[in-house]
């Protein structure tokens, strides 16, 4: 959820054009089978990560080529979205403070949980969330006022066939956070009981997502209108800008971006965490040393990337042709290579 | 309890407040990076000179603008902080960040555009049209808010942003204070940035700005002007209709009337049957609440538009009652009233209609209307919309209720006889 809320609207409009919003949750779903998929594997193997599932099934040297092109492409993702908690900062409220110093704070607060250790970030999720969820919902409560009359209408006007299309480009979003769930498993409860909840929380944490985005784009277009939801770079910040409460309260964006730089941290850290899980899995390094080069890689990605509309569309890209095609071969394979063994009775 | 089992819940203790102490150390951490960073860029607000109203004209040299700039200023010995006179000035240039440029050379402090409120696109420049690329400073630099208002200006805007008004109020905020005021008169429409970005991405729809213009004395507004023959009042009257970004046309007060009536825009409204040849008693009333609805309608071979407007209004004035009424026929003229205001509100609706069809631009949205209502229509009529814009059939249904007849049941009249001539 930490970036998804920004370049949602933009992307699922784009196709669908006023039906956008319709396709926010359909797209999400899909990372339903997946999730269970993965959580399939995780009863048959408790306490291994998919990697160490993919060394047990396929193999060690299939396992260290996708467990390299996983790293490579956590790595550069990671580093793409550290870009982005500058990009935004610089292009909406703090033009003149040099962009690094954004990259440096995010990256020192990302060091520094991937330290504390798996349980601190939990937590500190635990508390930053309600609070985008807070920063979420209070901006677009305060954006109703701005609401254009029938931008909305008409509902289906292109038909079912463009929400499907616009559906594939929210899906991307959902493998995002399937590729977390796969290096975070062996942290995972595996007694039955729990084992239950956790396929809930599944359910619950695409449906709560999906839900939050489909009333982002939903806002979106029924204030800006779509061929304006499709303009601008980060709609969601430029409805932030528009809130004014009487002529008393106005320019209550700051509030919002500092929610939302919790929320890049908790997804850029979920990553940290699966290039760090990853590296030990594959080459046994850990420690202060494999945390160290991780962020520089992050911080080198950052730096060396494009800024604006440009970096928007690189992480589209990033998202849909290299981690949606490779979650979902990886863990389609993995699934059935592990049916098919147990039906074969191989070991 | 052994020695073993106190040491390890000890242990979970410590373990527990060292956790609670790290997650507390680490958002403490997240807003000390986010006010650190802050400090880079920052200014004192005293070093800030807020923008309140900017004008475009067209310059001198071809291709450029004239570009002026109302900041506001605390007054000096001003009974309240509150209390701003106005700083103005102007630069031509090619482009807006060049005339700020321009500026920001002669003043004393730096411009901060986060705090416009208006603005004002001068006549030649809307009549010449590409105002647009001058919108775009304002709708892509970050300090900018969409919630700014449009206005075009009759004759120059630089020559409203300059007015002296007798209010000693900056123009930039007086014509503030008159569009959001605005919704007392509902006569005109209120558009924001934001608003008029929309409309620009329907295709179909043509943008529509209010008119603001100054008034002289003697210009249906009396008032005692310091100087004779210079304006010392600003109305906002009527509407500029666009085509893209080029001004096509004016619409009058009673046109610009008809597209509130029509888009639904109408919150309260004076208004009044004086103009009414057929009927003898005349009225004036305020209306309380106005819904406008369209249906697509079709007999069967053609499809036109039906505008449903439903109008509760309360009666504030009745004139030209020579009698005293008796409680029936009270009942009586509250009938008649009400089919007064209707016709009325008709007039007005059918003059915007007429302009639209004269002018051959859809700035009354009956394209988007169409496609709200009936796509699979739309999608056979878009493409030559154009064309069809002047012949599209469009009719009315207007109901008025009289909500209440104020304090009085009738009217002081003469007795019979007396100051009849």
Redesign the interface.
């Known amino acids: 959820m930490g970036t998804t809320f920004l370049p949602i609207a933009s992307l699922t409009t784009g196709v669908a054009d006023r039906d956008g919003w319709m396709a926010v949750l359909p797209g999400f779903a899909l990372g339903i089978p997946y999730g269970l998929m993965i959580m399939s594997l995780y009863k048959k193997y408790p306490q291994k990560n998919l990697l160490q599932m993919t060394e047990m099934l396929l193999g060690k040297w299939v396992c260290k080529i996708i467990g390299v092109l996983y790293i490579l492409i956590m790595s550069y993702f990671g580093g793409l979205l550290l870009g982005q908690i500058g990009d935004i ?1 610089e ?8 962009i690094e ?2 990259y440096l ?2 990256l ?2 990302v060091l ?2 991937a330290r ?1 250790g798996i ?2 970030f939990t ?2 999720t635990e ?1 930053v969330f309600p609070l985008i969820v807070i920063a979420l919902v209070l901006n677009m409560g305060l954006s109703i006022p ?1 609401i ?4 909305l ?2 509902i289906l ?1 292109q038909g079912i066939i463009p929400i499907i299309l616009a559906g594939s480009k929210v899906t991307p979003f959902v493998m995002e956070y399937i590729l977390f769930l796969a290096g975070i498993l062996p942290f995972l409860p595996a007694d039955k009981q729990e084992f239950t909840s956790l396929k809930k929380g599944v359910w619950l944490a695409v449906f709560l997502v999906g839900f939050m985005n489909t009333l982002v784009v939903l806002m979106q277009i029924v ?6 939801t499709v ?1 601008l770079v980060y709609g969601l910040l ?1 409805l932030g ?2 809130v ?1 409460v009487s002529r008393t309260i ?2 209550v964006e700051s509030l919002f971006l ?1 929610a939302w ?2 929320a890049l ?1 908790i997804k850029i850290c979920a990553f940290f965490f699966v290039v760090l899980w990853s590296l030990e899995s594959l080459f046994g390094l850990k420690g202060t040393k494999s945390h160290l080069v991780v962020g520089m890689i992050f911080m080198g990605v950052a730096l060396n990337n494009k800024r604006g509309p440009g970096l928007v569309v690189e992480i589209g890209l990033v998202d849909n042709y290299l981690i949606f095609p490779f979650a979902s071969l990886w863990i389609l394979t993995i699934w059935t290579f592990s049916h098919w063994k147990k039906k074969v009775g191989v070991s | 309890m052994d020695v073993f089992s106190l040491e390890e819940e000890s242990g979970c203790l410590m373990k527990s407040s060292r ?1 609670k102490y ?2 507390g150390l ?2 403490f ?3 000390l ?2 006010s ?3 400090c ?2 920052k200014r004192e607000v005293e070093d800030l000179a807020p923008l309140m109203g900017i004008g475009f004209d067209l310059g001198e040299k071809p291709g450029t603008y004239l570009v002026t700039q109302q900041y506001a200023k605390t007054k000096k010995g001003g009974n309240s902080g509150a209390e701003t006179e106005e700083r103005t000035l102007g630069a031509e240039a090619s482009s807006v960040r060049e005339a700020f440029d321009i500026v920001s050379k002669a003043a004393y402090r730096t411009p901060f555009m ?1 705090s416009l409120k208006v603005i004002v696109i001068g006549e030649d420049v809307a009549k010449a049209g590409g105002f647009n690329n001058m919108l775009d400073f304002a709708q892509r630099f ?1 300090e900018f ?3 700014m208002y449009l206005v075009i200006a009759r004759g120059k805007a630089e020559d409203v942003l300059n007015l002296k008004l007798r209010s000693e109020q900056l123009p930039a905020l007086y014509i503030r204070s008159i569009i959001e005021g605005g919704h007392e008169l509902s006569a005109f429409p209120m558009v924001r940035l ?2 008029y ?7 179909s729809t043509a943008p529509i700005l209010p008119v603001v213009e100054a008034v002289k004395d003697g210009d249906r507004i009396h008032y005692k002007a310091e100087k004779a023959d210079e304006a010392g009042e600003i109305r906002i009257e009527g509407a500029g209709v666009l085509n893209g970004d080029q001004l096509v046309d004016f619409l009058n007060d009673e046109e610009t009337k008809g597209y509130m009536w029509l888009e ?1 825009d109408v919150f309260n409204r004076l208004i009044n049957t004086v103009d009414l040849k057929e009927s003898t008693v005349k009225f004036s009333g305020q209306v309380l609440k106005s819904n406008t609805r369209y249906k697509v309608k079709s007999d069967g071979e053609n499809i036109g538009l039906n505008y449903q407007v439903r109008t509760s209004i309360a009666i504030d004035e009745v004139l030209g009652l020579d009698r005293q009424l008796s409680g029936s026929d009270w009942v009586e003229l509250v009938k008649e009233a009400e089919e007064s205001f209707a016709k009325v509100i008709q007039q007005e609706c059918e003059s915007a209609i007429k302009k639209q069809r004269e002018l051959g631009f859809d700035f009354l949205g009956i394209g ?2 169409i ?3 009936n ?1 699979k229509y739309w999608k056979s009529l878009k493409e030559r919309w154009k064309q069809e814009v002047s012949d599209f059939p469009v009719s009315f249904d207007v109901k008025v209720t009289v909500h209440h007849t104020g304090m009085s049941s009738s009217s002081a009249t003469n007795s019979e006889g007396e100051g009849q001539d």
């Open positions: 900062y292009s909406s409220i703090m033009p003149r403070t040099p110093m954004f704070g995010g020192l607060l520094y949980l504390s349980e601190v937590r500190f508390v701005r254009e009359q029938g931008e209408m008409p006007g204030i800006f209108g779509p061929s304006e303009n430029v800008k528009m004014e106005a320019g500092g730089f919790g941290v | 956790k790290m997650t680490m958002i951490s997240l807003f990076i986010l650190i960073s802050g880079w860029g986060g970050a808010r969409r919630s934001g608003h970005l929309t409309v620009l991405g329907t295709k639904d988007r209307h496609e709200q209502r796509p």
